[in-house]
């Protein structure tokens, strides 16, 4: 791909599969084997920019950067992190919507590795299996720790909690600013971007108004 055409896909933040791509081999090496190349290739970054790494302010940067890169900005990627999501049987019967909403989402975008953040909003409506609360909000914190599209991620967190409480009637919604807006290029610092992904019931448009009505209701 040419670098006009791979510029043109990261300013509109186009996403081309579901799945984050990665690697056959993406966990091949350890966590430490990561944090050691990291560090070196940042630290080689760094010199590219001038910077004096002999500087006791900068000699430790290069490894705090690599540490944080595998171990907290993008665990989300590595499926062993990915939380055990508890469910439950029905047992009381429980039909109508359950909402959980201003999840926090810490994210980074995948084409200029800035921070994207906002909220989650998610609800659904059990049917023979209901999941632990702040099951949801992990599941969120796990995809949104990794480099992200908007609209994968609300599709990846959709698709997920639809197979883990066999049902389709899931809606995820998601508001969130893009430091690559704000920061860089047109610096909007005041525009967000909000997603909508759902299936079964909430195809419904009654089902999805009382949905927004609900968040709506609890912003104001």
Do not use: W
Request: with cysteine; proline share 3%.
């Amino acid at each position: 791909m040419d670098k006009n055409k791979m510029e043109l896909l990261g300013n509109n933040h186009i996403s081309t599969s579901v799945d984050t791509p990665l690697r056959a081999d993406a966990f091949e090496k350890s966590d430490d084997e990561k944090i050691k190349n990291i560090q070196l290739y940042f630290g080689k970054i760094m010199e590219e920019l001038g910077l004096d790494l002999s500087d006791d302010s900068l000699s430790g940067t290069p490894y705090r950067f690599a540490k944080m890169y595998v171990k907290e900005l993008f665990y989300g990627l590595n499926p062993k992190n990915k939380p055990k999501l508890s469910v439950f049987e029905n047992k009381y019967g429980y039909k109508k919507m359950l909402v959980e909403q201003n999840i926090t989402i810490d994210s980074s975008c995948e084409h200029h590795f800035l921070p994207i953040t906002g909220e989650a909003h998610i609800a659904y409506v059990p049917k023979n299996k209901v999941i632990g609360l702040s099951k949801i909000n992990r599941l969120v914190d796990y995809y949104a720790h990794r480099p992200q599209v908007q609209e994968r991620l609300s599709l990846q967190i959709l698709k997920d909690l639809q197979n883990t409480l066999e049902t389709d009637d899931v809606i995820v919604m998601i508001s969130a600013k893009h430091l690559c807006v704000s920061s860089r290029g047109i610096k909007d610092k005041n525009s967000f971007t909000t997603t909508l992904e759902y299936g079964g019931c909430f195809s419904e448009k009654n089902n999805r108004n009382e949905f927004l009505n609900l968040i709506n209701k609890q912003a104001l």
